[in-house]
């Protein structure tokens, strides 16, 4: 199949299966508001149907895909996740919000980022987005309503995978569903000079810092876009 473009959003699903590796071609995936953990995203069972039998990346699978809404799931630790998502080398975006994550270790193995949703977590210490600036291409990066910026479950996600403004990256959302294309137009090239974000020199003044540049919120006020 051809499918650039599938959603699931909604659907009370606890694990994905074989097919969807039927769909190699698709660039944005969108797997929110379902019942996931890291381990049913990272990694799909090689043949259809139920059952503990050998497992294969989702990387593998879907080599092209750009965008991976993971938003309002049960998603915890991301070591699993992350694991088969590595493969991915086109992934951009990935949306976490709203789920039950307290650390981001894992996020390494995804270098090539330019965009990542952590809002509405657990994360509790700075270290945790401290651990964030090695990923070298990471230019937008929320935080907002954790527990590290004094904020809770206030609601309103952040970007949407349908580019649909939702408050967060969603409202800077093109046609691509909100990719930047790098003038390589292709994986991360061997060598490359990342930019250098503002983030990342803000992150040593701690969470004031975070809020300067509007990427964390307290309460229930609207976040500034970037």
């Known amino acids: 199949t051809r499918l650039e473009r599938i959603s699931f959003r909604g659907n009370q699903l606890y694990l994905l299966d074989?097919?969807?590796s039927n769909a190699?071609?698709?660039?944005?995936?969108?797997?929110?508001?379902?019942?996931?953990?890291?381990?049913?995203?990272?990694?799909?069972?090689?043949?259809?149907?139920?059952?503990t039998g050998p497992r294969q990346p989702l990387g593998e699978c879907l080599g092209?895909?750009?965008?991976?809404?993971?938003g309002s799931n049960r998603i915890a630790g991301l070591e699993e996740l992350c694991a088969g998502l590595a493969e991915c080398r086109q992934l951009r975006r990935l949306i976490l919000a709203d789920n039950a994550i307290a650390c981001t270790a894992g996020l390494e193995a995804l270098a090539g980022l330019e965009a990542l949703d952590l809002s509405?977590?657990?994360l509790g210490h700075l270290g945790e987005a401290q651990r964030l600036a090695?990923?070298?291409?990471?230019?937008?990066?929320?935080?907002?309503?954790?527990p590290l910026c004094g904020g809770g479950r206030a609601g309103g996600r952040g970007p949407a995978a349908d580019g649909k403004n939702e408050g967060g990256l969603g409202g800077r959302a093109g046609r691509d569903g909100g990719v930047r294309k790098r003038k390589s137009g292709g994986a991360v090239p061997t060598g490359?000079?990342?930019?250098?974000?503002r983030w990342r020199r803000l992150l040593r003044l701690g969470p004031l810092g975070l809020i300067r540049l509007g990427l964390i919120r307290l309460g229930p006020k609207k976040a500034r876009e970037f």
Request: hydrophobic share 50%; charged share 20%; net charge negative.
């Open 18 to 20: 074989a097919s969807l």
């Open 24 to 51: 190699p071609a698709v660039r944005i995936l969108d797997l929110s508001r379902n019942q996931l953990d890291g381990a049913a995203v990272g990694f799909l069972p090689v043949a259809a149907g139920p059952g």
């Open 64 to 70: 092209a895909l750009e965008v991976l809404d993971l």
């Open 120 to 122: 509405g977590d657990l």
């Open 134 to 146: 090695r990923l070298p291409w990471l230019g937008e990066l929320w935080l907002r309503d954790n």
């Open 192 to 197: 490359a000079q990342a930019p250098t974000p």
